[in-house]
């Protein structure tokens, strides 16, 4: 792959989290759990990412995806993990979860609503960065719906594959930069259908599949399987798919 990643420059202490993304996120953090409000779209998403890193968790360490826990013992990173959507759920499949989010109320809300649900998730205002910096490395490392966000994509995506274990694997959730993306995830998204607030989105910072595979290349990992995440609007449901023009999902692993 020759393509290079899309950055915007790390800030001075070497974080890749932009303020001002940060700044909208925290405006709406409330919002999180409530599934007709800012964050409805990611709620009927939730089902179909958490399936697939589940299903894709199980196969790469020998378990079995029919049970109530089966990620039981694996140490397992959502690296802006918001609210906490992403993070219960795998919880409750017992992974030891790490949920880290630059946004304060985002940390608070996450917290509360794990403690109301008898959930034990380790939510920390840090960043991937600092961890990595501490010697912290996990099993799984999951980047969902955040490279899109970030101010360098190079180095955060290096901080991410650098948190990966040897023989653990690492997952990436972003939107691709075309124009159907554009046209879908920003014009359809945010002003049509307002699914989301506008400005969520800026299609400039949005990571091409190349872009980001050879950025994950370059930090050491082997890139693995790759799938596109469609909606239908009939079935008011989301998907796995083979097109990759808008959402996408990207794996790769470290040899042990």
């Not at 996120?25 to 779209?41: C, H, L, N, R, S």
């Not at 940390?107 to 959930?119: D, F, K, P, T, Y």
């Not at 205002?125 to 101010?151: K, N, S, W, Y």
């Not at 998204?189 to 400005?199: I, K, S, T």
């Amino acid at each position: 792959m020759a393509a290079t990643a899309r950055t915007q420059g790390a800030t001075p202490d070497g974080s890749t989290i932009d303020p001002a993304e940060v700044a909208r996120f925290e405006g709406i953090a409330k919002t999180w759990w409530d599934p007709k409000g800012p964050m409805a779209v990611l709620h009927k998403f939730n089902p179909v990412r958490l399936a697939f890193i589940r299903d894709l968790a199980c196969a790469r360490f020998g378990r079995d995806p029919k049970t109530m826990r089966a990620l039981e013992g694996l140490t397992l990173v959502d690296i802006g993990c918001g609210g906490g959507v992403l993070s219960e759920p795998l919880a409750r499949l017992g992974a030891q979860v790490t949920g880290l989010d630059p946004a304060p109320t985002n940390v608070a809300v996450a917290r509360a609503h794990a403690e109301a649900s008898g959930l034990a998730v380790d939510y920390r205002q840090e960043t991937i960065e600092a961890l990595v910096a501490e010697g912290a490395r996990f099993d799984i490392v999951l980047a969902m719906e955040v490279v899109e966000h970030v101010a360098d994509v190079e180095a955060f995506v290096a901080a991410c594959c650098a948190a990966v274990k040897p023989g653990g694997l690492l997952v990436m959730a972003t939107l691709n930069r075309t124009l159907k993306s554009y046209a879908l995830a920003i014009v359809g998204a945010e002003y049509v259908l307002r699914w989301l607030p506008r400005g969520t989105h800026d299609w400039e910072k949005f990571v091409t599949p190349d872009e980001l595979g050879a950025a994950i290349e370059r930090s050491g990992l082997e890139l693995g399987e790759s799938t596109g995440v469609v909606y239908n609007p009939f079935s008011d449901r989301w998907s796995v798919a083979r097109d990759m023009d808008v959402n996408y999902m990207q794996v790769a692993y470290r040899q042990v």
